[in-house]
């Protein structure tokens, strides 16, 4: 039986497990995936061992993303310059490709799932870290209308702004020198809330019609979304929807069969107690 896994430190939180055995019960696949605690010192050996012994594929999570980028041998569409690569695989010829399906996973959960159009909008973007950076080339193909990237290490979001260097309207700050003007989506990729907490930031990023994401999810509203709604935004949503359909895109990179998502995050979040 074909095997997958998701490697990441920590995992024990990870719902991927239980998404891909929906996925393989949808579409009739026979698989085994499983989430791996891997040593912050030996995610490199770990990959390495996975394929060794007739693993599948993997996908990667906090914080090993931009080591995995490092590891691929071949990066495939947006991994390419994206620094950040959540799916591994072997090709024909046993070379190890990386592929990042967070960016389609994010559009697809903003575009598909909720209706947002955002070609000419303003955006926020919390975070330089490997989350945003591999979000980003799928983000800008929207032709937003402004993107600023805000991180406590102003260095780390400028890196990423020169990435795109044709790109206009695209530009880098700190938290506290975010220019003060309402934005229309705000998307939060930063590892703050992780740790309870909002960095601190100008008033009025936020009004009545802005849409507010925050990329990751959980069992409650997580510290952005309650910081969103103080704000007055008009919805605060969480990542789960980008979690499934990021999942998605990956299994069927891996399978060459596309799962349906709808009804896979609505039994995540009544599985998790969240609302729709």
């Not at 095997?3 to 026979?30: D, E, K, L, M």
């Not at 399906?101 to 303003?122: M, Y």
């Not at 020198?177 to 909002?198: K, R, T, V, W, Y």
Request: some cysteine.
């Amino acid at each position: 039986m074909d095997r997958y896994a998701v490697f990441g430190n920590p995992i024990g939180h990870s719902r991927s497990p239980w998404i891909h055995a929906q996925f393989a019960r949808q579409t009739g696949q026979s698989l085994v995936y499983e989430a791996q605690l891997v040593e912050l010192n030996g995610f490199e050996q770990a990959v390495q061992q996975f394929f060794d012994q007739g693993g599948s594929g993997l996908n990667i999570t906090v914080p090993f993303k931009e080591r995995a980028w490092t590891m691929a041998q071949r990066r495939l569409g947006s991994a390419q310059g994206t620094g950040a690569v959540n799916t591994l695989f072997r090709d024909a010829e046993g070379q190890l490709c990386g592929a990042n399906t967070d960016g389609i996973g994010l559009l697809r959960d903003l575009t598909c799932n909720h209706g947002l159009d955002l070609a000419g909008k303003r955006i926020l973007v919390l975070g330089a870290g490997g989350a945003v950076k591999g979000v980003m080339p799928d983000l800008l193909a929207q032709n937003p209308g402004r993107v600023c990237i805000a991180n406590r290490t102003v260095a780390r979001a400028q890196a990423i702004v020169e990435t795109y260097p044709e790109t206009a309207g695209f530009s880098a700050s700190s938290y506290e020198d975010i220019p003060p003007e309402h934005f229309d989506l705000i998307i939060n990729g930063s590892s703050s809330g992780l740790q309870g907490a909002m960095p601190a930031m100008p008033k009025g990023l936020v009004s009545a019609d802005t849409h507010c994401y925050d990329m990751v999810y959980g069992s409650s509203e997580t510290v952005f979304q309650a910081w969103a709604r103080e704000q007055g935004a008009k919805m605060a949503l969480d990542g789960l929807g980008m979690l499934v359909e990021q999942a998605a895109e990956a299994f069927f990179i891996w399978r060459q069969v596309r799962p349906q998502t709808d009804s896979v995050i609505a039994d995540l979040r009544s599985l998790l107690g969240r609302p729709a």
